[in-house]
């Protein structure tokens, strides 16, 4: 399940399950989403992007869907592996401004 | 490969001292940025360069100070008036602005 650990929400599944990571974007008007995986001590790495005129977008075991009535933002994991551990975040890009806001993160782990 | 580059992995700051963060990349990428990323939060823009000669404050740039002399280098220098500049600082590079950002595997800096 998920709980609010001491700095970053964490989603805990069993390898082999499907794993479901939530984003609440700010801005009504972002036309822009991106999801980042970051592991311990690098730096962040693109999985997916979905523009807002797009419900859902799949790639290689993944899987974004967008929800811009309650401004919500979800990825997908399907059969999640123990290298899928780390925290995932998304980025949305306001249109005027277009620096990208980032989310604070879901901490993923992978239970043997 | 190309890629971006930061240097040192870890960095230690005495009080009342300057320390100067390295970046460069090799992706031939016109835009680039300057993170700083702290436990719980999301990533928040120090500074951007679109250009070359060129670059723009972030959310939080007081107390640093960066220069864009050549299209592969950005350095970020933390000068002594941040008072609070422990945190994990990561530098990203984009075609352009507003698109998705390549990451370096960061710096981290602590206080002496």
């Known amino acids: 399940g998920e709980s609010v650990g001491l700095h970053l929400p964490t989603l805990s599944v069993q390898e082999g399950d499907n794993s479901i990571i939530n984003c609440a974007y700010s801005?009504?008007?972002?036309?822009?989403f991106i999801w980042y995986k970051q592991e311990s001590g690098k730096g962040p790495q693109f999985i997916i992007d979905?523009?807002?005129?797009?419900d859902k977008r799949q790639g290689q075991r993944v899987t974004v869907l967008l929800n811009k009535t309650v401004k919500h933002l979800s990825l997908q994991i399907a059969a999640t592996q123990p290298g899928d551990s780390a925290v995932y975040f998304c980025?949305?890009?306001?249109?005027?401004?277009?620096?990208?806001?980032f989310g604070p993160g879901t901490r993923l782990s992978v239970l043997p | 490969d190309g890629g971006i580059t930061q240097s040192p992995k870890y960095l230690f700051r005495k009080e009342g001292q300057n320390v100067t963060l390295s970046c460069e990349q090799n992706?031939?990428?016109?835009?680039m940025y300057w993170y700083r990323q702290d436990p719980g939060q999301g990533l928040r823009l120090i500074y951007y360069?679109?250009?070359?000669?060129?670059?723009q404050k972030g959310d939080i740039a007081e107390g640093y100070s960066v220069s864009r002399e050549k299209k592969e280098s950005f350095p970020l220098t933390v000068t002594s008036a941040q008072k609070n500049p422990t945190a994990f600082y990561l530098c990203?590079?984009?075609?352009?602005?507003?698109?998705?950002?390549?990451f370096g595997d960061g710096t981290r800096l602590s206080i002496l």
């Open positions: 980025a949305e890009n306001p249109p005027i401004d277009q620096n990208f806001v």
């Open positions: 992706l031939n990428h016109d835009a």
């Open positions: 801005n009504s008007a972002s036309d822009y």
């Open positions: 360069s679109q250009i070359v000669n060129d670059f």
């Open positions: 979905i523009r807002s005129n797009m």
């Open positions: 990203a590079s984009s075609p352009n602005r507003g698109q998705p950002q390549h």
